[in-house]
C-alpha cells in the first residue's frame, strides 16, 4: 500500500540552524513527491516539487529536498532557518496516473527558537 | 499566482443540521477538485475526487450520502455535510488542479474550513 512516513512529530530549531525534515514513502514506483507548507488561516503552500531528473531540487523560500532512490526518502532541508518558517510541513506523493490523487504524510511542526 | 477560497472559514451548526461549504478557484479554471478532511495534529486525508460536470468519485470509508460533492462549474464545488453529527467536527480542506497552468500533477490549496458540531 502507498504511505508516507514523517517520522518526527516536532522539531525545535534555533533561527539561524540548518534543517533537516524527514520523509519517506512506500510506493509501486516512483512517485511524483512534494513537500508542503501549511500556516495557520492559510492553504497549504508547494514548496518543491520532484517529478524527475536531477534529484536534488531547489525550492521556494530557500528550501531544497533529494530524492533518494535506495532509500525511498525525500528529505527538506534548509541551511539556515528564520523565525518565519514555524509552520506545520507536510510531505505527499503523487500517484503518477490519471487520479493525481496525493498522500500526505503526518506532517511535521517545526518550531523555531530565537 | 493560482488562488483558491474557501467559505466559510468556520462554521457552527447545531447536531443534525446541514453545512454547505464552498471551494472557488479565483483566477483558473478547475477541472478537477479534491476535498480533504485534516483531524488536529493529522494528516489530510482524501475524501473525494470531484470532477466538472460529473459524479465525485469517494474515497473508500467516506459516506456519499452524509458528504456531498457537487462540481456544477470549471470554478464551484461545494462540499454539504448533511445531517452533521459532532463526529463531523473537523478542518475540511478543498484542493483545484488547472491542467493549464501547474501541470497535471500540481493542486492549489484552499486556506480549510473549520467545522464544529455542537
Known amino acids: 500500500a502507498q504511505s508516507v512516513t514523517q517520522p518526527d512529530i516536532h522539531i525545535t530549531v534555533s533561527e539561524g540552524a540548518s534543517l533537516e525534515l524527514r520523509c519517506n514513502y512506500s510506493?509501486?514506483?516512483?512517485?511524483?513527491l512534494f513537500w508542503y507548507v501549511q500556516s495557520p488561516g492559510q492553504g497549504l503552500q508547494l514548496l518543491l516539487k520532484?517529478?524527475?531528473?536531477?534529484?536534488l531540487v531547489q525550492g521556494i523560500k530557500g528550501f531544497e529536498a533529494e530524492f533518494k532512490r535506495s532509500q525511498s526518502s525525500f528529505n527538506l532541508r534548509k541551511p539556515s532557518v528564520h523565525w518565519s518558517d514555524a509552520a506545520e510541513y507536510f510531505c505527499a506523493v503523487g500517484a503518477r496516473d490519471s487520479s493525481y490523487k496525493l498522500i500526505f504524510g503526518s506532517g511535521t511542526r517545526l518550531l523555531v527558537r530565537p | 499566482g493560482a488562488v483558491v477560497s474557501q467559505h466559510p472559514s468556520r462554521v457552527i451548526c447545531k447536531s443534525g443540521t446541514s453545512v454547505k461549504i464552498e471551494c472557488r478557484s479565483l483566477?483558473?479554471?478547475?477541472?478537477?477538485m479534491f476535498w480533504y478532511r485534516q483531524f488536529p495534529k493529522q494528516s489530510l486525508m482524501l475524501m473525494a475526487t470531484s470532477n466538472e460536470g460529473s459524479k465525485a468519485t469517494y474515497e473508500q470509508g467516506v459516506e456519499k450520502d452524509k458528504f456531498l460533492i457537487n462540481h456544477a462549474s470549471l470554478t464551484l464545488s461545494t462540499l454539504t455535510v448533511t445531517s452533521a453529527h459532532p463526529e463531523d467536527s473537523s478542518f475540511y480542506i478543498c484542493s483545484a488542479r488547472d491542467f493549464a497552468r501547474g501541470g497535471p500533477e500540481t493542486q492549489y490549496f484552499g486556506p480549510g474550513t473549520r467545522l464544529l458540531v455542537l
Open positions: 510506493y509501486g514506483a516512483t512517485p511524483y
Open positions: 520532484y517529478f524527475s531528473g536531477d534529484t
Open positions: 483566477d483558473f479554471q478547475a477541472t478537477t
